[in-house]
């Protein structure tokens, strides 16, 4: 293999690439970025098995070719390497980059490349296209409320599904949910739709943030993997996530159909708020109290840390009524809401409560639903 590439293609593709891979892989191939050079352009993948990303750039190609190359290590050089062009080539079981006109080389280990996981080719049975600054606006919107927790792997991804003039992403850890949803016409995926790894998903909204074309969705006939695919100005960007297996909750059964209690506030207020009492709050529960007086709404926390009241006005003409929740819960949610005013639709102290953008989003075809649990207050009664 022998190649000639501009150091920015090649510290591009080598970064995104490494995204996917482990820092600490059993396998040391899977430590790898695999460099496939062909008709004109290179390829650079990354892969722990689960997420694999791989980047196509430009490059004048002298002799076709593969190799693998130790990821970390090749990308902190090349990165650094000034810009220009620079040649790559295998030499025996080594791979060199030589740069500068001549002024410096480094040499890396390589390892078979034939022993490297094979990139997937999609024959989509489902396919569709969304804006990349949409499809970044629904994962940042509801990613932030998967679990972490490892016996419950269905609640790790994001539910994406809808219809022909629907897309939904929904996300819960069963303390929390957010809903995100955006009309137009996508093409479908289908009532029961995909469970997608919300780090996949993360990845894939890095990505579209730079991307200059459509995001590209496919679903594998199995639908055991969903291709992302990007264009970010002459490269291709393509995140291949293998996609959660098992029944997703029913979340609409537990979203409140009429919270009586309506409370309109400021955003930035609340989470200001919020984020001072949160100082004193148990650094376990992460509690909070939310006393709710007619025109403003108390937030306080008291601990053996310190003690803290904060005021925030507030829309609100309904009875007195306190209430507890997860401070870390509701400052990840409000900062996911871009929305100058917040409207909570809360029922009973130990009822799940609605938050949503008063208004409407600043996007008319898009809308936001969050829902979080209270916690019960040491005072409460039974």
């Known amino acids: 293999m022998e190649l000639t590439i501009q ?23 899977l430590s790898c970025l695999l460099l496939e050079a062909d008709k004109g352009a290179l390829r650079v993948t990354g892969t722990d098995l689960e997420i694999t990303t ?3 750039v430009p490059c004048e190609v002298e002799s076709p070719g593969r190799v693998a190359v130790p990821g970390r ?6 990165r650094k390497i000034a810009r220009g062009p620079l040649t790559l080539s295998q030499n025996g079981e080594q791979c060199e980059v030589r740069y500068g006109d001549g002024k410096g080389w480094s040499r890396f280990p390589t390892q078979d490349a034939a022993d490297f996981p094979r990139v997937p080719e999609f024959k989509a049975e489902t396919k569709i296209a969304l804006e990349p600054a949409a499809l970044s606006r629904l994962v940042q919107r509801t990613a932030y409320a998967t679990s972490s927790d490892a016996t419950r792997p269905m609640l790790s991804g994001v539910l994406v599904h809808g219809s022909e003039k629907k897309v939904v992403l929904v996300s819960t850890d069963g303390h929390r949910l957010a809903r995100a949803t955006r009309t137009g016409s996508f093409g479908g995926l289908g009532k029961d739709g995909v469970i997608v790894p919300s780090k996949a998903l993360e990845a894939v909204s890095r990505t579209a943030e730079e991307a200059t074309a459509p995001v590209e969705v496919e679903l594998a006939p199995s639908r055991s993997q969903a291709s992302f695919a990007a264009q970010v100005g002459a490269y291709r960007v393509q995140v291949i996530a293998r996609l959660l297996q098992g029944p997703y909750p029913n979340y609409e059964q537990v979203i409140p159909k009429n919270n009586p209690k309506e409370i309109t506030v400021t955003r930035d207020d609340l989470l200001e708020a919020v984020d001072i009492v949160a100082s004193h709050a148990d650094n376990v529960t992460r509690q909070v109290r939310f006393a709710l007086r007619g025109g403003r709404i108390g937030i306080s926390s008291a601990t053996e840390l310190g003690a803290g009241e904060h005021q925030v006005q507030a829309e609100y003409g309904g009875e007195d009524m306190d209430v507890g929740y997860n401070a870390t819960y509701l400052m990840e949610m409000l900062r996911s809401m871009p929305a100058e005013r917040v409207k909570l639709k809360l029922g009973t102290p130990l009822a799940a409560g609605v938050a949503e953008p008063a208004g409407g989003l600043p996007e008319s075809e898009e809308e936001l639903l969050c829902l979080i649990m209270p916690l019960r207050l040491p005072d409460a009664a039974e």
């Open 73 to 78: 290590h090749f990308h902190e050089v090349v």
């Open 54 to 56: 791989a980047v196509t």
């Open 7 to 29: 150091q920015t293609d090649l510290a591009f593709a080598a970064g995104k690439a490494l995204g996917s891979v482990s820092a600490k892989s059993p396998m040391p191939l």
